[in-house]
């Protein structure tokens, strides 16, 4: 199985800041990268599609890249509605797997 | 809009059997795999098991398979996971997701979840 690696587990930051968010997959997994936004109590959502695609509806703010194994989700400048817990999963081979989770904090 | 609707969730016995539903609406039903993820209390998410349009291609976790049945009727816009011989570890929210089989599945939209607890 395909190991996805996010970090950090955790950070606090203020509205307006930069957040960047990494997700490192144990092999090629090309461009079949997703990220996913969960608020507490509600079910995920998808953001980010194919590494860099953002789904339609979803703010510019956020954005996506890759480098090799090394995915980086963005988020340009804070919102208050944009605290929450974000997922990357592999979607280039079964079973698909998801990183740890990352729980984006108010300062 | 799509929509999805899990039920069946509750409170069973380890051994036990449940047998959860998602209604679906809002697109072409039998276009689209459909999966289920779940999520253990404070925990991340897993994927459980996905299966295609037709329902003629099942795929399942090293975890559950051979316990849990993934189903569909496109007739009535319906995915079934049945689920049994459960265990303490099957304890999580289970979400039902409209999948994209891109390579693998990705998960488009997602219901609200329903809570299933095995405990005695």
């Known amino acids: 199985d395909i190991q996805m690696t996010q970090s950090p587990s955790s950070l606090s930051a203020s509205v307006g800041d930069r957040v960047t968010i990494t997700c490192r997959a144990s092999q090629s997994i090309s461009n079949y990268l997703n990220w996913y936004q969960q608020k507490p109590g509600k079910a995920p959502q998808l953001l980010i599609y194919?590494?860099?695609s953002l789904r339609s509806g979803v703010p510019s703010r956020f954005s996506g890249s890759a480098s090799g194994t090394d995915f980086t989700l963005t988020i340009s400048s804070l919102q208050p509605e944009d605290f929450a817990t974000y997922y990357c999963?592999?979607?280039?081979?079964?079973?698909?797997?998801f990183g740890g989770g990352t729980k984006v904090e108010i300062k | 809009e799509v929509q999805l609707l899990e039920s069946g969730g509750g409170l069973v016995q380890p051994g036990g059997s449940l047998r959860l539903s998602c209604a679906a609406s809002?697109?072409?039903?039998?276009?689209?795999?459909m999966s289920w993820v779940r999520q253990a209390p404070g925990k991340g998410l897993e994927w459980v098991s996905f299966?295609?349009?037709?329902?003629?291609?099942?795929y399942y976790a090293d975890s559950v398979k051979g316990r849990f049945t993934i189903s569909r009727d496109n007739f009535k816009n319906t995915v079934f996971l049945q689920m049994n011989s459960l265990r303490a570890e099957d304890t999580a929210v289970y979400y039902c997701?409209?999948?994209?089989?891109?390579?693998?599945?990705?998960?488009?939209?997602w219901g609200q979840g329903t809570l299933v607890t095995v405990s005695s």
């Open positions: 997701a409209k999948t994209a089989l891109v390579v693998t599945a990705r998960f488009d939209d």
């Open positions: 999963q592999q979607s280039y081979s079964t079973p698909p797997t």
């Open positions: 299966l295609s349009g037709s329902g003629s291609g099942t």
């Open positions: 194919s590494a860099s």
């Open positions: 809002g697109f072409t039903f039998s276009s689209f795999a």
